[in-house]
């Protein structure tokens, strides 16, 4: 039916059959049907079809509440990848051309994408949440939405990438993604966007990871015969994290002080 060019009628037959099956309480089934749907419909380019399955067979876990574990979330990741990857331009010059109408169809194209799978992840990171993975939900599907959201939306929030990026277990992909938006970014964004980043891991409490940022990022810059901007926001960044590192230091030091001193009162 797909192949056949029939998307709507197919996408109606994958939702009534999941349905029947959701009503007799066979999320198994349904699940295979919903997952089946998202991927044909995701490879023959039906962005908004294949989302629309994506985030039925989330809510089907969600219904029958089922666990986070590691097929579920292999199943997960197999639809994520399977959703298209297509470059567009970030920014629009001053010169809108002949070309600017494909141009414009094109974005509103990439945002529709970036939106589907983002429902999706998002709607998945909260089933994790819920059902069995950390309190924050899955960190490598925070992983992958973050890069989802940078490489395809026309529009760089890297806020929402960013917190995505720090609620995720891979500070090395983060330190990439940041090394790269240095090189298109405009002119005093560069600073603001790495300081977001470290900020936002220190008020996790996760200093190891916001180090590990910082280092990897010096590797990398190193590699490519650039170095951090120069500004006072960075100097107080590199500041900041011996800084805490220090304090951290003081506080296990007093902890363990006055554990040795109730041990000896105790004797």
């Known amino acids: ?10 996408q109606q037959m994958y939702k009534s059959t999941s349905a029947r099956y959701m009503a007799a309480q066979k999320y198994s089934e349904a ?4 997952e089946s749907g998202a991927l044909v419909q995701l490879k023959h380019g039906q962005v908004t079809c294949g989302g629309e399955l994506a985030v039925l067979f989330v809510d089907t876990l ?6 986070y574990n590691e097929e579920t979330f292999g199943r997960i990741r197999k639809m994520y990848k399977a959703f298209p990857k297509i470059s567009v331009p ?3 010059g001053d ?7 494909q141009l414009s169809e094109a974005i509103s194209a990439a945002k529709a994408r970036a939106e589907s799978c983002s429902s999706f992840l998002r709607a998945a990171i909260r089933w994790s949440a819920e059902f069995g993975a950390s309190r924050n939900g899955c960190p490598e599907m925070h992983v992958m939405l973050a890069e989802y959201i940078y490489s395809e939306s026309p529009e760089t929030d890297m806020t929402r ?12 992909k983060f330190a990439s993604m940041l090394v790269n938006f240095m090189g298109k970014c405009y002119p005093g964004e560069d600073d603001t966007a790495i300081a977001r980043g ?7 409490g996760n200093l190891r990871d916001a180090n590990l940022l910082m280092d990897e990022m010096k590797e990398q810059l190193k590699s490519a015969n650039s170095e951090f901007p120069k ?14 590192e220090k304090l951290l230091q003081d506080e296990c030091c007093s902890f363990a002080l006055i554990d040795l001193k109730c041990q000896l009162q105790n004797e």
Do not use: C, W
């Open 1 to 10: 039916m797909v192949d056949g060019g029939n998307f709507y009628e197919a």
């Open 31 to 34: 699940l295979d049907i919903l």
């Open 62 to 67: 969600v219904t029958g509440e089922l666990p």
């Open 90 to 92: 970030h920014f629009l």
């Open 95 to 101: 010169d809108y051309d002949d070309e600017g109408h």
């Open 161 to 172: 990438v960013s917190s995505h990026f720090v609620r995720g277990n891979d500070p090395k």
């Open 198 to 204: 470290v900020l936002m891991y220190l008020s996790q």
């Open 231 to 244: 500004t006072d926001l960075i100097r107080f960044i590199k500041y900041l994290l011996p800084t805490q």
